[in-house]
């Protein structure tokens, strides 16, 4: 049985030994986890593989941003590994999308295919910094809406924009959502934040949380508390 939980816990380990150790220790059935860049470097297919067999769904976060040819290939390589999720930058533009939209569906593959809209850790200076004189909000509106129209599942965005792209985009695009923080732990790095409860209001669709389960004494705990947090949810 597949989870059905909003809940993508973050492995954010430097080996794969770390994270089948937290994985061990969390239940399949009621969340999914993702592997980022750190991890899928040193660690390879492996580790995708070794939580499969544990019986994870995995989102595969490497944010591919190429020429189309590269980007449709390597979402290709990483759907014929079974991935929930994959996701691509929306920055790399229509064609970039299309092209990787269109390879999953001439090869049968039901991998779910999201955008990266602006990052979480990224403020209006930031943005300004390198040529984009609008808003985070604005810039995230501007590529959610961009990946919709190339066929994207949904995109990556801050809470605090979910509530706009539900209006913008519908309910059944996906808003998947880093920068949670439940309300027992720390901010850490991230800047456009929200409570899981509070983002699931506003429209968020899956919530990708790490530390504040990663780093708990005991994450089966950490994470019983957020499903606490959501069931006060009314969305």
Not at 32 to 49: A, N
Not at 78 to 84: F, I, L, R
């Amino acid at each position: 049985m597949f989870s059905d939980s909003p809940l993508i816990i973050a492995l954010d380990h430097p080996s794969l030994d770390a994270a089948l150790c937290l994985a061990d220790r969390l239940d399949p059935s009621r969340c999914r986890v993702k592997v980022g860049k750190e991890l899928f470097t040193r660690s390879g297919p492996d580790v995708v593989e070794a939580l499969h067999g544990r019986g994870f769904q995995v989102f595969l976060d490497l944010k591919f941003h190429d020429i189309p040819h590269t980007v449709a290939s390597a979402v290709q390589a990483a759907a014929e590994q079974g991935v929930w999720m994959v996701n691509v930058h929306a920055g790399g533009g229509r064609r970039m999308m299309e092209a990787a939209r269109e390879r999953l569906a001439r090869h049968g593959l039901e991998t779910r295919l999201i955008a990266v809209t602006v990052l979480t850790s990224m403020e209006a200076a930031d943005l300004a910094e390198v040529g984009i004189t609008t808003t985070p909000a604005e810039q995230v509106e501007r590529l959610a809406l961009l990946a919709r129209d190339s066929g994207m599942d949904g995109v990556v965005c801050s809470a605090q924009e979910s509530s706009r792209l539900r209006e913008l985009c519908g309910d059944s695009f996906l808003k998947v959502t880093p920068g949670i923080r439940p309300s027992f732990a720390d901010v850490d790095d991230q800047r456009r934040i929200m409570t899981p409860r509070e983002a699931m209001v506003a429209g968020s669709t899956h919530l990708v949380i790490g530390r504040p389960v990663t780093q708990a004494e005991d994450p089966m705990m950490a994470l019983a508390a957020i499903e606490q947090e959501l069931a006060g949810s009314e969305v």
